[in-house]
């Protein structure tokens, strides 16, 4: 039978004796359909798989109406139908196949009705518009599945249903408009297209698709832009396990939550990667629902850039979800003005990440649990779908990541979680200026992790900070300072196990990094036996540096430490092999030195036994022997005169290195003399409401001792000495003599047997500033460049203020704050004008350096 020629409604049923497109008793009026018709697979159809048997049609549309699924096959080859209309419904409460290309005539409205999944119109052939330039519209709230990689170039438009993307191609080569309440799946592991959101009516969201094939990995990148205006509606992008990798996002008239990543397959993980941030209306990103149990939520980014959405609320309903940086190197920085809020009340846990160890997240954003209890995971494992293994496989196959970059919390106020904090592997480096950069809870770093930087630690009620065996606490980012404040526990603040180590960087003397205990009681700081490990970052020499600070405040007044060994010199220090810790009053400090002079000379004895040795092997093979005893002759005048040569030139080379050391030493001790007065001063100055040492103390003066009178500066032994005194005087009324009142050089150059060391007094104030009550703590504003006390000849800076240059041309002195310094003579510090300049003006004027008398001297002047 031919083709009829007057358009109408032509319906399948399958009358036929095959099932071929092409035999005309397959359709109810027994002839084949015209170009112009419009075909129904209706109720008629029970059963078989139309087949276009490898023949091209057109007809005007397409219909599927019936309760039966239906496959329509292609026969051979790959034949395509040409809708002329571009229309096809399907109304059927079951699954349509297609499987033929198409060739759109016009722009296509294809609709499905049903909307259970297992009923989807699935198009298995590819789509195409010719010359044209036709898209395609979905509708009808059911799915529409497209398989096939498409030409079409008028775009995909989603009014409303379930559109799935199941290859890189299959929305043609326009853009994907989205306008009803509408989701979209993927298989697809690449999506080119760009992403318009047309005010969609109704709730959308981005899914995962389930469709077996080699295009899908479980892994989406889109490379093409996701803009457009959200009409205040609920995007989501979850679904089952899937890597989902964005490009640009822009968008608008967000709903409150912003945008909800969520992964929803019990015990599965997705991950969210993005490499700049999202513009959001809101600003907003959700990570994880509470509904979706066990499933994990990775949010990361892979480009060392700033994500700085304004707040990411972390939600997840069991799975610990994993925020933070897979870049290869650099920084990148999480920067949310509303801050990380963190939900996970099932799992309890956020994980805070830096993959690789080349590179840094610093999340600079408030770290807060509101009315939870939420702790934080630094780099911990987390999984994410190993899109290798993945390709072809009916679910997800995953890989578990080990993160061992370097995490920042650099929040300057610090962060307010209550959970604790557990440092798994790599670097967690503080950087706040106040509060707890860790929250209120315990801070435990594991085996092979560190801890770092220069923020403050303040554990809460009952919190600690305790350092595993394996584990290192390396202050600073460079030479820096981090802080333990144990104002908030009754616990020891910070404790190392056997086998936990420090590492600290050095610089010139008195330059390193430092941990400093503040509100410190006796047993907040618990060392056992701990290797220090030391870098020299240029500068190294011999000097001492202070390592450990304890303070009774936030920093300010020194307190007794309690500690007297608990450190043990590791690597670093080969050179320095003399090096050695002094356990202060109220520090630590590392005393950096090469070996005594006794080392070298058992070294020279050593040498000079060589020699014998080898007198006496050159005797024993020439065989001399009698009575079982080796005979030994004598040494020739020769050989004695050749070693009488070598010990010389040793002597020479030796003795001037010898005083050297001398005096390097010297220099040290008094080094170490300053720093204790200077702290004892601090302590004094707490007592005394911070007013200044007196020159001299009267038999009339409380402070005397049984109505003697002596030097102001020997009233600061009772900080340093400890007990119940006297201090100054005996019982007897016999001076008590205190080495660390005056340099050990002094006696060697035969100078005064007196204390030594000069400090601008209580009268110099008045004569200064006309108040002898300077409150010195308040009244100096550069307490690091204050001079406090120094070398002298005698203690009277009036009348002597000269500066005595005892060790190879430089001068001891002792700052506000606490430090020490070795300086040159010729520093335009040691001059008269500039320190003077500071004592009345309570100010540093770097302009007064090397103005009026240069005070550093050789002689007495």
Known sequence: MGQSLNASSVTWDGGGANA???????????????????????????????????????????AFNGSTAISLLTGSGSPTITLTSGLLTKTTAAAVTIAPNILLGADAVWSNTSTATANALKVTGSISDGAGSYGLTVAGGGHVWLYASNSFDGGVTV???????????????????????????????????????????????????????????????????????????????????????FGTINLTGMQSQGLQLVPEEASGSSSYIFSSTPTLSNGRIQLGAT???????????????????????????????TIGGIHSSGTATFSQSEGILLNDVAAGQVNLITLNAGATTDFASLLDDGANSV??????????????????????VYMTQAPTGKVRLSKSTGNTYDGGTVVSAGTLLVANTSGSATGTGSVSVESGATLGGTGIIAPGTGGAVSMKSGATLAPGEGIGQIRFNGAGTAAAVLSLEAGAAFSFDLGAPGTSDSVAMWNYSLGDLVLNGNVVNFTNLGGLAEGTYTLFSFFSDSGTTLTASGLSSGLTIGTGLESYSGSHFVYGPDSVSLVVAVPEPSTIWLLVAVGVLGLCKMKMT?????????????????????????????????????????????????????????????????????DRDGLPLPRGVTSTDPDSENGHNFAGISLLRQYYQGGAGPYVFTS??????????????????????????????????????????????????????TPLMWESWSINWGANPYMPMRHSGKVNMAFLDGHVESIAGTDGRLYKGYIESIYKTGNVDETKQGSGIALARETYP
């Open 20 to 62: 071929l497109w092409g035999t005309a008793n397959n359709w109810d009026t027994n002839t084949l359909p015209a170009s112009v018709d419009d075909i129904t697979f209706g109720s008629g159809f029970t059963s078989g798989s139309p087949s276009l048997g490898g023949i091209d049609y057109t007809v005007n549309s397409l």
């Open 618 to 686: 050159s005797v024993s093979n020439g065989r001399s022997l009698a009575f079982g005893f080796r005979k030994v002759n004598g040494f020739t005048l020769m050989e004695v005169l050749a070693a009488v040569a070598v010990i010389a030139l040793l002597a020479a080379l030796i003795l001037p290195a010898m005083q050297n050391l001398r005096q390097k030493g010297f220099s040290i001790l008094c080094l170490q003399n300053l720093r204790t007065l200077a702290v004892a001063y601090s302590q004094y100055r707490a």
């Open 732 to 785: 007897k009324g016999k001076y008590i003599e205190v080495k660390t009142e005056k340099c050990p050089m002094s006696a060697i150059r035969k100078e005064t047997t007196t204390a030594n060391y000069n400090f601008i007094a209580k009268d110099n104030y008045l004569s200064y500033t006309g108040n002898n009550a300077v409150r010195m703590d308040l009244y100096f504003s550069n307490h690091s460049k």
């Open 291 to 321: 509904s979706a149990a066990g499933a994990q939520g990775n949010l990361l980014v892979n480009t060392a850039t700033t994500f700085n959405v304004t707040r990411i609320t972390q939600n997840s309903g069991g799975g610990k979800d």
């Open 159 to 245: 009014n409303s249903g379930n559109l799935g993307v199941y290859n890189n191609g299959a929305l043609g080569t326009g853009t994907l408009k989205i306008q009803g309440a509408s989701a979209v799946f993927y298989t697809a592991d690449t999506i080119s297209n760009d992403i318009v959101f047309n005010s969609p009516t109704g709730f959308t969201g981005f899914y995962s698709g389930s469709y077996k094939s080699t295009t899908n990995n479980f892994s989406t990148t889109f490379t093409g832009s996701i803009t457009g205006a959200m009409n205040n509606q609920q995007l989501r992008v979850g679904g089952n396990a899937r890597t989902w990798i």
């Open 375 to 396: 702790g934080v995971t630094i780099n911990g494992t987390f999984r994410q779908v190993d899109t290798a293994a993945s390709a072809n496989q009916n679910a997800a």
